[in-house]
């Protein structure tokens, strides 16, 4: 059909939320994706973070055909194979640096996206407050009318972190601390508060004055659309601390930061020294595929009774077979070493470039900012005359969220052709 056809029919049958590049992306392999008139490109933003092996890896490609063969979907009124494993393997990569003889299970809700996993998350915390309330209401000798009216008073604030992201659903939107994508969409949800990232003495005195009614605390310990702005460690055993303090759950958005994105460890929260109560994942975990999972500690976990929660799609068979087969492929090939050395590489490279004014992030979640005149935007669209695929998150901020498959040589290619748009 061609790229023009494609423009013209989107532009007349598709709702006009994306402004897209005026490219068609046709086929990939690797690192490079192609389009419709046979142009190359070197992609670092692999669908926001999503395609964690590369496009079209073939362990992959297997899978989904393999399952594709056997069976599509069926219900979540029943079992079926993969998924099991695949709760079972995220639950190891949580407990990864956890000393052995205190880890426990960690049990997994299954959705289709970032956004659902961060709404059960948060579906599970005020559950989780009102059955603690009931339960301790009980245990001091309340009758059950009692108890019911605990459960009603029981903590139902949960805090977000300013110019956090955690999607574009009502409630997700309403923890997302940016009122500029919020402003159209009024009146949302409430019982969210904010606070302000990295600042422990705000944060003490929010959950100070408000820490009862708190039931939770969401952060993405490093945060991807804001531009790449890690946490600090200090900040999040602070928050650790209080939560514990006030019996509040601590939830991490692992959505963009999580699945070896930062090298090293499996999670983001890993590399800070902190273990949450909830953590929520999506993009990279089927490597394009759509998934989401929200896992939670099993004390946690065991809120939740049948038919408190659901969805058709979730952990249906493609999906699941499609998060083994990477969860495996990112193991056998060494990824979280090659991310720690790839992305060192990477930051030191953008740091040398002419008119890059910062740069920061961890692994393969990094981000450029550029200096006053220089446009963010701009480089964007200069970038797919020079083969590139490139994202900015700002008037000033470029964010490179490549393939966990990048190697130095991608590298070298990056910054040889962005050194000649700066």
């Known amino acids: 059909m061609g790229f023009n056809e494609e423009e013209r029919l989107e532009s007349a049958y598709v709702m006009g939320t994306y402004a897209r590049k005026p490219v068609e992306l046709v086929r990939g392999r690797g690192m490079q994706v192609e389009d419709s008139e046979g ?32 069976l599509v979907h069926v219900s979540n009124y029943y079992y079926i194979e993969h998924r099991g494993e695949v709760a079972r393997a995220v639950s190891d990569l949580l407990n990864a640096c956890v000393p052995e003889k205190e880890r426990a299970p960690w049990r997994s809700f299954f959705s289709n996206s970032g ?20 339960a301790a ?22 805090v977000t972190l300013g110019n956090s992201f955690h999607g ?67 900040f999040l055993q602070a928050a650790r601390r209080l939560t514990q303090e006030r019996g509040a759950l601590l939830m991490c958005d692992e959505i963009q930061c999580g699945v070896y994105r930062c090298g090293t460890h499996p ?75 790839v992305g060192a590489y990477l930051r030191e490279k953008l740091a040398a470039l002419p008119h890059v004014a910062e740069v920061r992030g961890l692994g393969l979640m990094v981000a450029a900012d550029l200096d006053e005149g220089a446009s963010a935007p701009d480089v964007v669209a200069a970038g797919l005359d020079e083969g590139l ?21 991608d590298v070298d290619a990056l910054c040889e052709r962005l050194g000649r748009i700066l």
């Open 39 to 70: 142009r190359a490109y070197l992609d670092f933003v692999s669908g926001v973070g999503a395609v964690s092996l590369g496009h079209c890896h073939p362990a992959l490609v297997s899978a989904i055909r393999d399952q594709a063969e056997t």
């Open 115 to 134: 956004a659902e996993a961060n709404e059960c998350a948060f579906k599970l915390a005020r559950l989780h407050a009102k059955k603690r309330a009931h």
């Open 137 to 158: 209401a009980l245990a001091s000798g309340a009758d059950e009318d009692a108890a019911r009216a605990a459960a009603d008073a029981a903590p139902r604030i949960i």
């Open 168 to 234: 574009r659903t009502l409630a997700t939107l309403a923890a997302t601390a940016q009122p500029a994508k919020q402003e159209a969409f009024q009146p949302l949800p409430d019982g969210f508060v904010r606070a302000s990232i990295n600042d422990v003495d705000s944060l003490e005195a929010l959950f100070a004055e408000q820490g009862d009614a708190i039931c939770a605390l969401m952060v993405e310990c490093v945060q991807g659309e804001s531009g790449v702005h890690p946490c600090t460690a200090e």
């Open 267 to 341: 999670f983001g929260f890993q590399h800070f020294g902190v273990t949450p109560d909830v953590v929520t994942i999506a993009k990279g975990i089927a490597s394009g595929f759509p998934m989401g999972m929200c896992a939670a500690r099993a004390e946690v976990a065991d809120s939740f009774a049948a038919g408190d929660h659901g969805s058709t799609f979730g952990g249906s068979c493609l999906a699941v077979a499609a998060a083994e087969a990477t969860l495996r492929a990112l193991a056998d090939e060494g990824v979280a070493q090659s991310v720690e050395r």
């Open 389 to 409: 695929l490139l994202n900015s998150t700002g008037p000033r901020t470029l964010r490179f969220l490549p393939p966990l498959v990048c190697s130095e040589v």
